[in-house]
């Protein structure tokens, strides 16, 4: 069977139509003798005549108005395929897999999902919540289009903008010697709080990470009484008073209905980022650019906590 060429499909039906290949090459705007001689490779390669020919015109022989039928059914398949296609391009149609941190879920990205898929019913949403360091494996194995991951790690292969401010906070239960220190919208510095001993979170995740990073700096050892691995599970410690514990702003909503007192860091290290990254190398689909876009749109950085100094 001859390869189905679709411009030969089209005069097929134009002749079945018009009856004259002189009219089917005129809407064409080829030759006649062209037409003429596309039907006819296209009779020797299927072996059968599609056309009876006489004085006054051209009719489809019965194997020909099966071929006619068949040619309609493909072209239909192609043009809804092509319709398809634009949806898929116009971001109508699609997919977007998304590979985030816990903290990015407990911001502002549901929000901003909801708002997404409200507009792009057509795309399916497949989030992945992890680690940030899997969440950018996951980009560069091609298993998550977009990560949603905090600053603390090396993008120089990604293409990245910012998402969401997210700044660490200390908590410590309101009976902790380090209670009377923190005051409402004033932070309060690293080195006040860090000889006390604390609730680990996640190990060598992000927030660990650059806990660890600035004890270090500061020349101070880390007194980790007990780990957990989710920021609830830590929130519920440092209530028993296993110690103070360290969360990003995203995650602050956790101590609704607590009697935990918080304070956020002074250091510039501890205003982090949430952010979008992408591979560069990957390509840019329409559902991936509108969802950027709204990212982008509606970032909005945050005003600094005034400071315990007043300036």
């Not at 679709?6 to 006649?32: C, H, P």
């Not at 022989?61 to 398949?77: D, H, P, Q």
């Not at 990073?213 to 050892?221: L, M, N, S, W």
Request: charged share 25%; with cysteine.
């Amino acid at each position: 069977m001859a390869p189905f060429d679709s411009v030969t499909a089209r005069l097929i039906l134009l002749l079945a139509d018009t009856g004259s290949i002189g009219r089917a090459a005129e809407r064409e705007g080829i030759a006649s003798s062209a037409v003429s001689r596309r039907v006819s490779d296209l009779e020797s390669r299927l072996g059968v005549v599609l056309f009876d020919r006489s004085a006054h015109g051209v009719k489809l022989t019965t194997a020909g108005e099966a071929y006619a039928e068949g040619c309609r059914t493909v072209l239909r398949a192609i043009a809804d395929l092509d319709a398809v296609m634009a949806d898929f391009g116009s971001g109508q149609r699609g997919s977007l897999r998304l590979a985030c941190t816990s903290s990015a879920l407990t911001g502002r990205l549901p929000e901003l999902l909801a708002r997404y898929a409200a507009k792009h019913q057509g795309i399916r949403i497949d989030i992945q919540e992890t680690g940030a360091a899997k969440a950018l494996l996951s980009l560069d194995e091609g298993r998550a289009d977009i990560a949603i991951v905090s600053d603390h790690y090396d993008f120089t292969r990604f293409e990245i903008k910012p998402f969401e401010d997210d700044r660490v906070w200390v908590l410590a239960p309101p009976d902790h010697p380090l209670a009377s220190q923190i005051q409402p919208r004033k932070d309060i510095a690293f080195d006040t709080v860090i000889d006390y001993p604390m609730v680990g979170i996640h190990h060598t995740g992000s927030l660990d990470r650059l806990v660890g990073e600035a004890a270090k700096k500061a020349g101070k050892p880390i007194n980790t009484t007990v780990s957990v691995e989710s920021f609830p599970a830590l929130v519920r410690m440092v209530e028993a008073g296993f110690g103070i514990g360290f969360l990003r702003s995203t995650s602050l909503h956790l101590l609704a209905g607590t009697d935990l007192v918080c304070a956020p860091l002074a250091e510039p290290w501890a205003l982090r980022q949430l952010l979008v990254a992408r591979r560069k190398s990957s390509p840019l689909s329409a559902a991936m650019k509108s969802f950027i876009t709204l990212c982008s749109d509606t970032y909005v950085p945050s005003v600094p906590t005034p400071r315990q100094d007043g300036h």
